[in-house]
């Protein structure tokens, strides 16, 4: 069974129209985080939720927000998408941070025209 | 700031051979994680290390994290096409959040 899962697997937006893309975990846990993606790179950290408390990466564009209104959901907000926003963004889980292993959802591929 | 370089960052061998994955850095992590991704998919995870000097096997698949916790190694024995895929490492520097650090990656290619 799926334990990480992200809606939709494929999002087509426009330039500059908001999208949100979604990721929901069954797994209880207390941690959740957005990764970018872009071809043949490493994932690169958005921001993660420890429970209700927000962090975000100093080097996270303001374009890019997230909400978690509970445990098991978190969103991705992206409010003027640009051309360079077209990416794999990545859903993972840990339990509580730390030593913890992460956990990724499948990904949902972002196209911008 | 902390770096994890990751070598080869390709890798293309034929079925049958054998192959290492380098992590390294100079920093220490409390554990690293190895992971595989397919194209179009998210990683998966393969094996957690947080001993220095631990050994994990899975198949035909060794891993290996340093004596120092500031490097790791994955061993592929008799590489199958199937294990054609992106190897990721990421290492986690503690805290109580927990946050990773990942390697470029190496894109490995077995042909048949």
């Known amino acids: 069974d799926a334990m990480v899962i992200q809606n939709p697997r494929y999002q087509v937006t426009q330039f500059g129209k908001p999208v949100t893309l979604s990721c929901s975990q069954t797994?209880?846990?207390?941690?959740m985080y957005w990764y970018q993606q872009k071809s043949s790179q490493a994932p690169k950290l958005l921001f993660h939720?420890?429970?209700?408390?927000?962090?975000n990466e100093a080097d996270t564009p303001d374009n890019f927000q997230s909400r978690r209104p509970n445990t098991s959901f978190c969103f991705l907000d992206i409010r003027s998408p640009g051309l360079g926003d077209a990416a794999m963004y990545l859903c993972?889980?840990?339990?509580?941070?730390?030593?913890?292993?992460?956990?990724f959802g499948p990904g949902t591929r972002l196209l911008v025209l | 700031t902390q770096l994890l370089e990751q070598s080869p960052q390709f890798l293309s061998i034929q079925e049958g051979e054998n192959l290492t994955v380098y992590c390294n850095s100079s920093s220490v992590f409390s554990s690293l994680q190895w992971y595989r991704q397919e194209p179009g998919e998210g990683p998966v995870l393969l094996v957690t290390v947080v001993t220095g000097g631990e050994v994990k096997k899975l198949k035909r698949l060794t891993f290996q994290f340093g004596d120092a916790r500031k490097d790791s190694s994955l061993h592929i024995t008799a590489a199958q096409p199937g294990d054609t895929g992106l190897y990721l490492c990421a290492g986690c520097y503690g805290g109580s959040q927990g946050n990773l650090i990942f390697g470029k990656g190496t894109k490995l290619s077995v042909k048949p």
């Open positions: 993972a889980t840990s339990r509580g941070g730390g030593l913890e292993t992460q956990y």
């Open positions: 797994l209880n846990h207390n941690v």
């Open positions: 939720y420890y429970d209700k408390d927000f962090n």
